[in-house]
């Protein structure tokens, strides 16, 4: 049995309607006054119930048309500091760059920027909380202080082949859910660019990072690959992180983790570790 949100989280106590994880999304103009005084449960429930159901869910519009600008400005004026590198991507020994699978620009923005842009400080508490709900919903205790996360600039031409994100004997193991945030506006089909989930065997998803679209995922289950773009393609890419058991400890015979664990903690070094090609 898993508890249905109440009402005494915070977070939904102080949310007007269509807020998710502190994040007002677009507000229907059809809501009666009735509804829109009640926190919407009903959303994150239903986020809740296709990530139990299927390992993904995908919310359209998480992100109002003020907190995307926001997003982008903050992309351009941190890859205009030159604060953005190439991705890397292998085992992290090697963690040497190679376009052969991955073809992006990145910035780490976990853990947190001791001065947060304007962007940012709206983006962690609701990551945060989104965290926090999801350990909740799925009964599983996430580490706020494990979380990663970088802003994803893909320039024309940017791919990332398929992978899964959480790899067994590796510290990427901690990794319970990946999200995505995506930021472009005036998306176009041409542009190639969707992110491809493999839902089964058999089947696959696209999904167009379409500006606002917020997509989650189990990190373990969904191999997905980035469709080569023809357009330039911003997004905030991250996973929430659960607890280290000792268990895990065990589990990789000490020395995965423990070597990598207070790097873990001092920077996000799981980025390309440990994601294997399918
Ligand atoms: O940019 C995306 O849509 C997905 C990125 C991704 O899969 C990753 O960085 O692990
Ligand atoms: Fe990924």
Redesign the pocket.
């Known amino acids: 049995f898993v508890p249905r949100i109440t009402s005494t989280s915070p977070t939904f106590q102080i949310s007007p309607r269509h807020t998710l994880f502190g994040l007002s999304a677009a507000t229907s103009p059809s809501s009666s006054s009735l509804s829109s005084s009640l926190p919407d449960l009903d959303l994150n429930l239903a986020i809740m119930k296709d990530l139990e159901t299927n390992d993904y869910a995908i919310v359209d519009d998480f992100l109002s048309p003020t907190q995307i600008d926001a997003v982008i400005e903050d992309i351009a004026s941190l890859r205009s500091d030159n604060r953005f590198s190439v991705a890397g991507i292998g085992q992290d020994k090697s963690n040497t760059v190679n376009s052969e699978i991955?073809k992006?620009e990145t910035m780490f923005i976990y853990p947190k920027l001791q001065f947060p842009t304007n962007a940012l400080s709206f983006l962690y508490p609701a990551l945060d909380r989104m965290a926090l709900t999801l350990g909740s919903r799925f009964q599983v205790k996430m580490d706020l202080a494990l979380t990663e996360a970088?802003y994803?600039y893909?320039p024309n031409g940017g791919f990332?082949k398929k992978?899964i994100?959480a790899v067994p004997s590796s510290a990427s193991v901690l990794r319970e859910f990946?999200f995505?945030i995506?930021l472009n506006k005036e998306w176009s089909k041409s542009d190639g660019g969707c992110?491809r989930l493999y839902t089964n065997d058999e089947n696959h998803l696209d999904v167009e990072?379409t500006a606002g679209k917020l997509?989650i995922f189990k990190s373990d289950t969904l191999p997905?690959?980035?469709l080569e773009t023809s357009a330039e393609?911003l997004?905030v890419?991250g996973w929430f992180n659960r607890e280290v058991t000792p268990g895990d400890i065990s589990a990789l015979g000490g020395g995965d983790l423990i070597t990598k664990l207070p790097l873990l903690l001092a920077s996000a070094v799981l980025?390309g570790v440990g994601?294997s090609m399918l």
């Open positions: 991955r992006t970088l994803a893909y990332y992978h994100d990946s995505l995506y992110l990072p997509v997905h690959e980035v393609r997004a890419v980025i994601v």
